[in-house]
């Protein structure tokens, strides 16, 4: 966006208008309680295209009172902060109180882009912490920061970063680290186990009320059905199956997808051990604390199915159980469509055959086997020669089987003989849905250990340049598209990442 346009109309911090229309539903609902104060805190990195979505002026970055906002420190009039309560089933089980354990609502901003809530995340304590110290480190801020805006650039619905706030106050994980406050802002932080929690209670009036808010604020159109409850579960399915058909078609593993995870509006929220298969495996699993592999790569449609049901459950109060039930079932064609449309674009096909389907399944098989690297083979598939018997040395290279993909090629060629159109028209539809550049974990390990060590946050900014182009081809920045040097080791991310 133009700096100069996106500074026209736009507000000063103690212009900003807010809301918080969550403080208005009941107080079971939530804590009020401000941020813990954070020691002499100063600004990491800044968002300017997040500012402009509350209509914050970029310059205002700038200003001392910045940091000592955006971590808690001073509210600015209007501010309303709160620790949501809710529930969820963590690895299957079910846990029947969690909630904002280090996050706290500020409120929602509110302008010409709409209502945006803003939540600090390392805020401090709240009655929700389970013994936990309520902060988030530098490490897993800069996780966050940099996951979310690089998600959005993919085009895949998720939480937005406006900056990261740090602190030299030492925070005991695995090591003795730093504390930080990210800012991040969604349209509704509400996930399923928000629901769960009253359900689980037996609190029926207060499940209504929350699918009330929910319609009213974030589906207004479901106000007019015969059964708008109904309807809520019907639009979540489907944002649901769009969003993991999203996941799978990038390889982008979440690693913690438990119900309070799961947000009510099909976005991808609380970035943790989440990863971007590189050397591609069926059964990636990305967070090294899930012995069971239950939240596996391959396991990500299932598993998002099963929570479906846990929200369902959860509604039943307000809808009837065979209804719902026919609503779930839904769900399996509902992702098929949308990650086979996905895969056909980044196969370069524009038409649809009945033996897609195979091709697809049989080529990453040809991927697992050799664990070629995923984002590097969809965007190297661009450049295949369909009009000769070419090796498309590239791509071939990333297959150990040199026979395995001679014969794959020969069966994707003559695929490719059934659409119209030139390999030049074919790569440039194909570039514009395989990226060249995702957040590899050794990319973001390395603005870390910058951060960290040398308090140089200039890796930070770079990478996000790089990350907001994905589909881009960026002078000198070749780099930035390689997977981890063979032989290095994996950083180990877990659910404190």
Partial sequence: MNTARAELGASKLEELRFDNSYGRLPPAFY??????????PYLVAFNPDAADLIGLARAEAGRNEFAEIFCGNRLLPGFDPLAAIYAGHQFGGFVPQLGDGRTILLGEATGASGRWDLQLKGSGVTPYSRMGDGRAVLRSSI???????????????????LCIVGSDQPVIREDIETAAVLTRIAPSHVRFGSFELFSSRRQHDHVRTLADYVIDQHYPQLREAAQPFLELLREVIGRTARLIAQWQSVGFCHGVMNTDNMSILGITIDYGPYGFIEGFDWGHICNHTDHGGRYA???????????????????LPLINMEEAEEALEAFGEQFELNYAALMRAKFGLASGHAEDTALMQDTLKLLHDSRADYTTFFRRLGNFDSASDADNAPLRDLVV??????AWAARYRLRLALEAGTDAARKARMDQVNPKYVLRNHLAESAIRKAADQRDYSEIERLM????RPFDEQA???AYAEPAAPGSAAPAVSCSS
């Fill in 31 to 40: 804590t009020r309680l401000s941020p813990t104060p954070l020691p002499d």
């Fill in 143 to 161: 996780r966050e920061y940099l996951a979310s805006e690089a998600m959005h650039a993919l085009g895949i619905p998720t939480t937005r970063a």
């Fill in 297 to 315: 790569y391959n396991m990500q449609p299932r598993i998002a199915h099963w929570n479906l049901y846990c929200l369902a459950e959860s509604l």
């Fill in 401 to 406: 089987e040199r026979d395995a993909f001679a």
């Fill in 465 to 468: 340049r790089v990350l907001t």
């Fill in 476 to 478: 000198a920045m070749q």
